[in-house]
T-cell receptor, first 113, second 111 residues
Framework: AQSVTQPDIHITVSEGASLELRCNYS??????LFWYVQSPGQGLQLLLK??????LVQGIKGFEAEFKRSQSSFNLRKPSVHWSDAAEYFC???????????FGTGTRLQVTL | DAGVIQSPRHEVTEMGQEVTLRCKPI?????LFWYRQTMMRGLELLIY????????DSGMPEDRFSAKMPNASFSTLKIQPSEPRDSAVYFC?????????FGEGSRLTVL
């Protein structure tokens, strides 16, 4: 069965520093991969997605992610973090034709000023 | 577009009472999902529909939970009777072309 692992439960970075959030997936074929962000008291918002093609995908709010098949990874990056990026980030994988997603356990990002 | 609309946003009830959560998906989306989020278990998929038909309800915790989608613009998740362990945030999401769009959630507290 497909699964998603986010090894970091909590990450703290300084404002202006770079960010990388890790995501590893388990699936036999090429998966469809997503990153969502959840601010406190809010629903999940799609940051970016990978379906096929260029393995480096750009998303909203200055985020990008790179699909690496050899490492079964889809890490999220941002060159310079803003205080407003503090939130919880979820990696997800979709397999098959349905829109059903399997989510990782999330990484909580704290930004210090 | 108004996005996925959930009601109520907050619900506090006593154990044993019936709870009904409501969802209006984005028009034109052919999938609808109900997720539950807790600190202990994270995001759990409860049930999902395709074109108003339930496809997979294997995530529904037990018979106290039921979900319906009588038409393309409305779905309900019902808990009867409710228990304190049902306290969580319940999210509805609608899907189209492989993407999910989430509502803001219904926070349920069962005393």
């Amino acid at each position: 069965a497909q699964s998603v692992t986010q090894p970091d439960i909590h990450i703290t970075v300084s404002e202006g520093a770079s960010l990388e959030l890790r995501c590893n997936y388990s699936y036999g074929a090429t998966p469809y991969l997503f990153w969502y962000v959840q601010s406190p008291g809010q629903g999940l918002q799609l940051l970016l997605k990978y379906f096929s093609g260029d393995t480096l995908v750009q998303g909203i709010k200055g985020f990008e992610a790179e699909f690496k098949r050899s490492q079964s990874s889809f890490n999220l990056r941002k060159p310079s973090v803003h205080w407003s990026d503090a939130a919880e980030y979820f990696c997800a994988v979709r397999t098959g034709t349905a829109s059903k997603l399997t989510f990782g356990t999330g990484t909580r990002l704290q930004v210090t000023l | 577009d108004a996005g996925v609309i959930q009601s109520p946003r907050h619900e506090v009830t006593e154990m044993g009472q019936e709870v009904t959560l409501r969802c209006k998906p984005i028009s034109g989306h052919d999938y609808l999902f109900w997720y539950r989020q807790t600190m202990m278990r994270g995001l759990e998929l409860l049930i999902y529909f395709n074109n108003n038909v339930p496809i997979d309800d294997s995530g529904m915790p037990e018979d106290r939970f039921s979900a319906k989608m009588p038409n393309a613009s409305f779905s309900t998740l019902k808990i009867q009777p409710s228990e304190p362990r049902d306290s969580a945030v319940y999210f509805c999401a609608s899907g189209y072309a492989g993407e999910l769009f989430f509502g803001e959630g219904s926070r349920l507290t069962v005393l």
